[in-house]
């Protein structure tokens, strides 16, 4: 990857060009060998054959208004879009207790830990999530937090976002009923109802924006039926609705959590979503592994969306969802990496080929092509967060833009067909990363962020919070 810069001022114009195959994602499709798109500020101004690529632009490079970027042996393609996330995760990966258990269990030797959270360790796992992300492709994120210890707040999340330079969905989580009360729980890391309602409100007005090319958007997101009430589903809902913001939770990730849909509220978890106002385009679901058929008939009728998460499914032994079904039911799906404690490999990349994978192994090697994995990862995921402007290469879409090159030995030897070879073969970190037109990673190495310190401190906050759940009594 070759960078030429015409002036040392900041260029109007970023030019990307002489990639090997431009994957567009736009209606047709196209995918367009010696491709070249043309960034204008936050958006997208041209996209085709270098060759095409018109006198305007070469004359602004030329006049020193322009940098252009040289992608030879490069796959450039949409940012790749992740729908479900806890970030906060990133900070108990491999914990002993919870590396053999289905998701209750895991569940139980976890929040433990994640009870002594503090502010700190919210910005800096956030962080340090994102950086993965982004090294694995991902322009646009998702995160899902539910549970406030020590004093954090979403806000700790959303100002470390503000500094990677991420497009950011960031899920008002809440947990509300604890063990005494039948949940899962422990009382300790639930909230009273109305202290979540009066900040999920207090979080619209102060970040929400809904504007075209929005790099931040606040979603509301009670965490799982067995972690909060009907009434604050039901009101989360209506709120939801009034402020013009998304929803989104857990539903149906194995067959315990359908069990105790079917205990406590007498339906399936599909049922419930529909009884509590939980569908239509404005609502996505993670994991629905379970979803009947009837539950995916509902979905795709509604227009509401899932977030499948094959590697969590798969560390959690929480089985296959049915994402071929419901594709052919115009169900959205889009990626999640999922937590980082469920996933210890929060690579987008690599979940796309890991959704490729583990759809052929329940229904057959024709079960989702290379090119349906990547559909899923772009605008699939762009589908289900309700938005039209990332997700594609087109004049006037976001732009976000990323590009993996091939030539390494990861890759060596697909040449015949780059564009399946990101799925087929060993997932690899981006070369190039455009995030509403700023770019963010350059030559493999990000941009505006230093990765050392930062892990560092990782690092030390993730052993004192092991250390101080092993410990209560004696850890500082």
């Known amino acids: 990857m070759n960078s030429t810069t015409t002036a040392p001022s900041s260029p109007t114009l970023l030019i990307l060009r002489h990639a090997d195959v431009l994957v567009t994602m736009d209606e047709q499709r196209r995918e367009i060998a010696d491709g070249a798109v043309v960034v204008q ?266 977030a499948h998460c094959p590697c969590s499914n798969m560390r959690l032994a929480s089985g296959i969802a049915p994402v071929g079904a419901m594709r052919r039911a115009g169900v959205p799906v889009g990626l999640g990496v999922d937590g980082s404690a469920s996933n210890d490999g929060a690579h987008m990349l690599g979940e796309a080929r890991q959704a490729m994978l583990l759809a052929r192994v329940g229904h057959g090697p024709a079960a989702m092509t290379a090119r349906e994995a990547l559909e899923i990862a772009t605008l699939g995921g762009a589908q289900v967060l309700g938005r039209d402007d990332i997700g594609a290469l087109a004049p006037g879409m976001s732009a976000d833009l990323v590009a993996f090159d091939l030539r390494g030995v990861g890759y060596a030897g697909a040449g015949h067909d780059p564009v399946a070879a990101l799925v087929f073969c060993q997932p690899g970190n981006v070369a190039l990363s455009v995030i509403n037109g700023r770019v963010r990673v350059r030559e493999g190495r990000m941009t505006d962020v230093e990765l050392v310190p930062l892990l560092e401190r990782h690092r030390t906050l993730a052993r004192q919070l092991y250390e101080a759940a092993r410990h209560p009594h004696t850890a500082a």
């Open 41 to 306: 500020g936050a958006a997208i101004a041209w996209v085709g054959a270098t060759s095409e690529l018109p006198s305007q632009y070469a004359d602004a490079l030329a006049a020193g208004r322009a940098e252009a970027i040289d992608l030879a042996g490069h796959v450039l393609m949409p940012g790749l879009v992740n729908t479900h996330h806890h970030m906060y995760q990133s900070l108990t990966r491999v914990v002993p207790q919870a590396q053999d258990a289905e998701l209750f269990g895991w569940l139980n030797n976890l929040y433990l830990l994640w009870a002594r959270l503090t502010p700190e360790m919210i910005r800096v796992s956030t962080q340090t999530a994102m950086a993965e992300l982004m090294l694995s492709g991902c322009t646009t994120t998702s995160d899902h937090l539910y549970l406030f210890p020590n004093g954090s707040r979403l806000d700790d999340s959303i100002e470390a976002a503000e500094h990677m330079g991420m497009r950011f969905h960031a899920a008002r989580g809440s947990m509300s009923v604890g063990r005494s009360s039948g949940g899962l729980p422990p009382d300790e890391v639930v909230e009273r109802e109305a202290d979540i309602l009066a900040d999920s409100q207090r979080l619209i007005d102060a970040w929400h924006d809904p504007s075209r090319h929005s790099m931040r958007r606040i979603v509301l997101a009670p965490c799982s039926p067995f972690s909060v009430s009907r009434e604050l589903m039901r009101d989360s809902a209506l709120l939801a609705r009034e402020r013009g913001v998304s929803l989104h939770t857990h539903l149906a990730e194995n067959d315990n959590d359908i069990a105790y849909s079917r205990e406590k509220f007498g339906m399936t978890p599909a049922e419930y979503a529909q009884d509590l106002g939980w569908v239509g385009r404005d609502v996505w679901h993670a994991h629905c592994v379970k979803l009947d058929e009837a539950g995916i008939r509902l979905f795709g009728r509604t227009g509401t969306g899932v």
